[in-house]
């Protein structure tokens, strides 16, 4: 939560080579893997996280109320489904829909305001509410109105957020999604246990409050309690340096959400809290990066992928030059972008170092961008091997990856190896044991004993026969060290090899400090061994 300068409200109130065998990694014919609408990482065709600079003061009603932007809002009531009133700011129109769930404190709506602005210059049909007791909202009596904290009313928090969906229904939204920031984060995910027709997703930024009873029944009575049930497409994401809710709950709590399309993202120690996330830190200044990874996911959740203006739609392996870089950090300088189509929607970016038949395909930890191989893939390129570097996009991360790999494994002559870190590793492995053959071997850094829920690593990691390195550190906090051993006690393969590290470095972790001494030496090795 946050006080934002100038607010003109007074009321109260978001984943060895002993000996190598020139096979590929599977000869069994696995199951697919399920299907399902799952987030996402920016993509170079986001819109522009940018709004324009104010030249006069607002004029509008809803600026008037909370500042800039000076954008066409209006303020009125949305009903909860209990009949009680609530203050709103609606803006924009169409079939896309976003609910915004504010944060307790003074703000309220109006603290979503240049966020819900920008939303409605890229297409969506948003409302904002205060929650009852809030603002100008309805008071009524009893528990469900309390009028101390909203944390102090659970009865009556979903019936907020479910009139606000419907009224977005009747106003011609088809796809409605939830966006929270810190206990609104909470909120969202506990409404996805029951999501009202026409939901299709929830945002949860800094989700806080973890343990309070925000819900009654039929609705579990706190996010703890309700992550396991959600089914929905969730995008979490949370500051390094988060005073109010720590990376440490916040891994815990994605790691229990039970929806197959999750991505969590750890953003930089200044991105702030709740809507600070995706909020300009000014009038007329940009609003930060992640904002557009935000849309993008809504986008995607909401009726597909719109490409930003001027940007041509992806083709099926079209060289692009984004206007600015990949991720914030992979520019045209580093080497090459394209697209290639997602299997559940929209696009996948491709960010390729180097050139050659030996192929090194990085594949991310669920709370990492690919900005994160940079190191390792600069290291690589310079000893000659094609580095690709991706993010995940909109569908089951190993569908993802066996589609990239089938790719970038031809033309004919082309060894691939496939590299990844806790949901990348995982990825790899399943991903290597669908496609056989055409992977000649595999890199996991902690993987993990499941990827999403009914994929368990291990049956696939039986149908592994390619060369296979293995890397955990003993005292991995995601209990990777046992799922590590498992996968080395079940691999067919001729040529494995298991490194354990001390501590508890997990992921792309392990190719820095001392776990980087032993780590990188041991994959570079392998490549050499592997591809020559």
Known sequence: ??????????????????????????????????SSAAPVRPASSSPSASIAPPAAPPSGAVGKLCGYPDAPGRLTKVAATDGVWLDAIRIGSGPRGVVLVPELGNEGNCGW???????????????????????????????????????????????????????????????????????????????????????????????????LPLATSPYPATVQAAAPRVRLPVLMAVSSNDSLISVQDTRRLYASVGSH????????PQAGHGWNLVDPNGPGLPLPAFAATVTAFLQLITGGTAPASGTAPAS????????????????????TVRTMPDPAGGSLT????????????????????????????????AAGYRVVLWDFGAGPPADELTAVARRLASPPGTRVVLMGASEGA????????RLGPVISGVVSLSAEAALSPGIVVADFARRVRCPLLLVTADQDPYDAAAATRQF????PSAAKRLVIVPGTDHGTALLSGRSGATTIPAVTGFLRQVLG
């Not at 399309?261 to 930089?268: D, F, N, S, Y």
């Not at 990949?326 to 520019?331: A, E, L, Q, R, T």
């Open 1 to 34: 939560m946050r006080a934002q300068a100038g607010k003109a409200r007074t009321a109260t109130l978001l984943a060895f080579a002993s000996v190598l065998v020139a096979t590929g990694c599977s000869t069994a014919r696995t199951g697919a893997v399920p």
């Open 113 to 211: 305001w240049p966020y819900a602005a920008y939303l409605a210059a890229h297409g969506f049909n948003v409302v904002a509410i205060d929650h009852r007791c809030k603002g100008g909202s309805d008071c009524p009596a009893g528990p469900a109105g309390d009028p101390g904290s909203a944390a102090k009313a659970p009865a009556g928090l979903m019936a907020d957020i479910n009139g606000a969906v419907r009224s977005l229904r009747a106003s011609g939204a088809v796809k409605v999604a939830l966006a929270g920031g810190s206990q609104g984060g909470a909120e969202v995910l506990l409404a996805a246990t029951r999501p009202p027709p026409g939901m299709t997703g929830v945002v949860a930024l800094s989700a806080d409050e973890l343990s």
């Open 261 to 268: 399309g999750k991505r969590l993202v750890i953003l930089g």
């Open 316 to 335: 099926a392996h079209a060289a692009t030059v984004p206007a600015r870089p990949v991720d914030g950090c992979f520019s045209s300088a580093r080497g």
């Open 350 to 381: 491709l960010a390729t170092m180097g050139t050659g038949a030996r192929v090194v395909i990085l594949s991310e930890e669920s709370d990492e961008l690919l900005c994160s191989w940079l190191p390792l893939a600069m290291r690589l390129t």
């Open 426 to 433: 995982k990825a790899s492995l399943v991903t290597a044991a």
């Open 488 to 491: 080395m006690a079940v691999a």
